[in-house]
């Protein structure tokens, strides 16, 4: 598809619909319902089944960014121990666990694993730094940030953003982010590069000491509601992607579904 074939983009408000076999019952294959015929159908094609040790490194990189999808991006915000601010988004990221609150951000070593990258040392040397959660209306401010720029050049100025003091930590936070997180090193795991036993990457896990989230976009129970939020997903290359659709599916009690789980495994009629 070219340039001039793809619609500009459109705010759109979050909507809520119901889930994709609303019908569903305990043990229902998915042949039995028409969407799930149709999706089965491809597998006919056969399989590709992928060896990682035996396949080329770059090509497995963008096979996994491809299938493992959608990922949250943090927008990291560190500081050198000679002063110089960065500011970079990472897409491998995740929350870890909620008590105690504990983030985690891969940074990677450049393909002949010579460079790595300028957060990770501002993260080993100063222990602070911030996450800050991208909205669609400063993904172009957010993504500038990537730009594979010298040590000694930080992304601050030329991102637009606005430095907001941190209460904790030395970096500063993103203004603009109405969701962010001041952090502290907790603990890095370097994962070894099995040809050299050099670590190719290192897994960053941060305490979160402090949340800055705008009251604006918090719903009636406190908590962040997605369609205020508005926030990014990353899929391969350069492409992201918004989340404007949302359904919920019943997360069943063991103590109210039991009859028809047992009566399913032990080979009764579906209900």
Known sequence: MSSSDIPPFTP??????????????????????????????????GWKTIDPSAEDPSKLYFLLVSGIVPRP??????ISDTGIENLAPFSWFNQVSSFPPVISVSCTRSADLTRVKDT???????RGFTVNIISEPWIQQANICA???PDDV???PVSGLTKEPSIHVKPARVKESAFSMECELLQTVDI??????????????????YIHVRKDMLDERGNVDPGKLRPIARFAGTLYGRVSEGYRITRHAWQDAEPD??????GGPKT
């Not at 994709?20 to 149709?38: K, V």
């Not at 070894?192 to 000491?209: Q, R």
């Open 12 to 45: 759109s408000e979050f909507k809520y619909t119901a889930p994709p076999n609303p019908g569903w019952r305990f043990g229902q294959r998915i042949e039995e319902t028409a969407e799930g015929r149709a999706w089965m159908e491809g597998e006919k094609l």
């Open 73 to 78: 991006v943090a927008f990291v915000s560190t």
């Open 120 to 126: 990770l040392n501002n993260i080993k040397s100063v």
């Open 147 to 149: 730009i594979d720029a």
């Open 154 to 156: 930080g992304e601050w």
């Open 192 to 209: 070894l590069d099995p040809a050299t036993s050099i670590a190719s990457t290192t897994l960053v896990l941060g305490t979160i000491k």
């Open 261 to 266: 789980v047992r009566r399913v495994v032990d």
